[in-house]
């Protein structure tokens, strides 16, 4: 109770002078005051992040929209943008299926363009995959080894400031920090295993969108390819993750299977 009073002051604090730089930071302090940490530090990997009452100006904005780190906003400063998990990157992501450079932006002129810098899960740009550079227009999607999703927003657009973790909402709900699947006030436990998380994770953020077999693959084995899961395989994962969430819900089934297509979460309204 300690820790949570400490870590309730911190945020009130930081977040009213606004020296907390993304929700990103939030959750790694959180993670040190839970855990009975005494000493943390606030990381700022992500220099052009900017917070709820900061403003982009007139540059362009990248915003997460899917994955570990969604909500985050980072300006695009200079005319150069490496996108990766490396400690060089303008846009760092925390997660192993991105490779250490993974995309590059840049500018020439007044246009912005992007490119794939030989990622192993590659880069997709509006769900085509990116085999050579291309321009950026306002509300692109960007698509990063099929786990993190980002949108492209010009600097005469209005970008959104609200925050919401997950669009869809209904009984079944992730805390993502944590990994943990709530349906209703009930926890699933145990805690399902990595790659029936992944699953469920890929399925929660299409929002009642059919999820291809393809792109279950790419979020749940990124190191394999495609060819290399069988069609078996994927059933399998699909049935004991059904089983797990009936285990606390029994009267429905989340989890759809759409023949031809691949499969979807349905995701009923609380109560």
């Known amino acids: ?5 400490l870590w309730e002051e911190l945020v009130s604090g930081l977040w009213r002078e606004s020296d907390l730089r993304s929700l990103v930071d939030l959750y790694e302090i959180r993670r040190g005051f839970y ?16 917070s709820m009452a900061e403003s982009a100006g007139n540059k362009p904005i990248l915003t997460v929209e899917e994955g570990e780190h969604v909500g ?16 060089e990157c303008q ?5 192993r299926a991105v490779s250490r450079q993974h995309a590059r932006i840049w500018r020439e002129g007044d246009t912005y363009y992007i490119e794939d810098l030989h990622s192993k899960n590659g880069t997709w740009l509006n769900d085509e995959l990116l085999e050579a550079p291309r321009p950026l227009t306002d509300g692109d999607r960007i698509q990063l080894a099929m786990t993190v999703r980002i949108v ?7 970008v959104e400031l609200s925050f ?5 909402k209904g009984r079944l709900t992730l805390d993502r920090d944590a990994r943990r699947v709530f349906i209703g006030q009930q926890e699933v436990v145990p805690p399902l295993s990595p790659p029936q998380y992944r ?3 890929l399925l929660f953020d299409a929002g ?10 790419r979020a749940v084995w990124p190191e394999a390819a495609i060819e290399g899961v069988s069609e078996q395989a994927i059933d399998a994962l699909v049935r004991r993750l059904r089983d797990r969430l009936a285990e606390v819900d029994p009267d429905h089934q989340y989890v759809v299977t759409v023949r031809g297509h691949g499969f979807r979460l349905d995701n009923p309204g609380p109560g």
């Open 1 to 5: 109770m300690q820790n949570r009073a």
């Open 199 to 201: 699953l469920l994770q």
């Open 164 to 168: 919401e973790p997950g669009r869809l």
């Open 208 to 217: 009642g969108a059919v999820c291809t077999r393809e792109e279950v693959v």
């Open 35 to 50: 855990a009975g940490s005494t000493t943390f530090s606030v990381p700022l990997k992500n220099e052009g992040v900017f």
């Open 152 to 158: 492209f927003t010009e600097s005469d657009a209005t």
């Open 91 to 95: 846009l760092v992501l925390n997660d």
């Open 72 to 87: 985050l906003r980072v300006v695009i400063e200079g005319d150069n943008f490496l996108i990766g998990r490396g400690e």
